[in-house]
């Protein structure tokens, strides 16, 4: 018989129920698991001893194996690469922010196929959608963590190895988890997802979160420079795309944030910050400007990082369009864990 996740609430109550016990041990388990973090059936014990057998013999709460981890020097992020049952590595991030807020980057599928040129994941190609059970422990590793350090999980970001879009159905069953109050206990507001707008799933986004968070990677303010850059752009062209956005805002009044690496040379030109400026005017939006990262397979004559200068003259003119604009500080960049650095490296 094949094993079953102990996150798979359904299924559990069910096999406990088969196996002559109470559907409502099942929030003992959750009690052990995601409140005390009792990672073993064994010293699980609230239970019965024939509910900790039963759950020996048919459930595993684990599939993951932690193949490195490395934490930045000045200790803000952690990054995680594991390795999964069949044998495709994943990356997950932890970030502890300054305010003690402490966020969780997580991965929803082994590498990504939507080939932007400035990323170091689309290199890999794609292997395959993670389960939803392979997403969960992502998180709930990190969760198991930081409560060793005294510390807590407090928002989920999907923008690890990536289009979450593309696994939409088990995406949707991670939230739901992250959001129930006897699991990880997250509000939906502590929850983003990152898209390359994938325009079809960001409107059934908006039915079923109306209160979670949506980043879409924009990069550029017209189809020429994203059609060069984002090959998605092709599918899903700009007009399409802030259509289906104007329809999120309107249903949940909720402001989207823009991702735009800055790229010297590319997407940096100063009459694209008033493109931009008139494409995200009267809109409810908040641009977040990435310093571009570079990786260790960029030519060092291709995409290089925008000055500084630049990136806060981008940001005065989005002012002057009354758009609010923040410039994200790189502070994990020397272990490979900024954005477009998600590569499965490996370190001594």
Request: contains cysteine; aromatic residues 12%; charged residues 25%.
């Amino acid at each position: 018989m094949q094993k079953i996740s102990i996150h798979d609430e359904k299924k559990v109550k069910q096999l406990l129920v088969e196996n002559g016990e109470k559907a409502f041990r099942y929030s003992q388990i959750e009690n052990a698991l995601y409140k005390n973090f009792i990672d073993d059936f064994d010293k699980m014990e609230t239970l019965s001893k024939k509910a900790r057998e039963i759950l020996k013999e048919n459930c595993f709460i684990d599939t993951l194996i932690v193949d490195t981890e490395k934490t930045s020097s000045n200790w803000q992020t952690t990054k995680i690469l594991f390795k999964t049952e069949t044998g495709e590595f994943i990356e997950a991030v932890i970030m502890r922010h300054l305010t003690w807020r402490v966020t969780l980057c997580v991965s929803c599928q082994a590498w990504c196929p939507m080939w932007c040129s400035f990323c170091a994941t689309w290199k890999l190609g794609l292997l395959k959608n993670l389960t939803n059970y392979e997403i969960i422990e992502q998180i709930y590793y990190a969760a198991k963590l930081l409560n060793k350090e005294g510390n807590k999980l407090r928002n989920i970001v999907y923008m690890g190895m990536w289009e979450p879009m593309l696994n939409y159905d088990v995406v949707k069953e991670t939230i739901d988890f992250a959001n129930a109050q006897k699991k990880m206990d997250l509000a939906n507001r502590r929850i983003t997802v990152s898209t390359c707008w994938i325009v079809p799933w960001i409107n059934r986004f908006t039915e079923d979160f109306s209160q979670t968070g949506l980043a879409v990677s924009l990069h550029a303010p017209n189809d020429e420079i994203r059609q060069k850059i984002m090959p998605v752009d092709h599918t899903y062209p700009l007009k399409d795309l802030m259509k289906s956005l104007d329809d999120y805002v309107a249903k949940t009044n909720k402001r989207i944030f823009y991702e735009y690496i800055m790229i010297n040379w590319i997407n940096d030109d100063i009459k694209l910050a008033h493109e931009l400026g008139k494409l995200l005017e009267w809109r409810l939006a908040h641009v977040n400007f990435i310093p571009y990262n570079e990786w260790e397979w960029t030519s060092s004559d291709w995409f290089k990082t925008t000055p500084r200068f630049i990136i806060e003259k981008f940001q005065k003119i989005l002012q002057h369009y009354g758009v609010v604009s923040t410039i994200r500080m790189t502070m994990w960049d020397d272990i490979d864990a900024a954005c477009g650095q998600l590569a499965n490296k490996k370190w001594e």
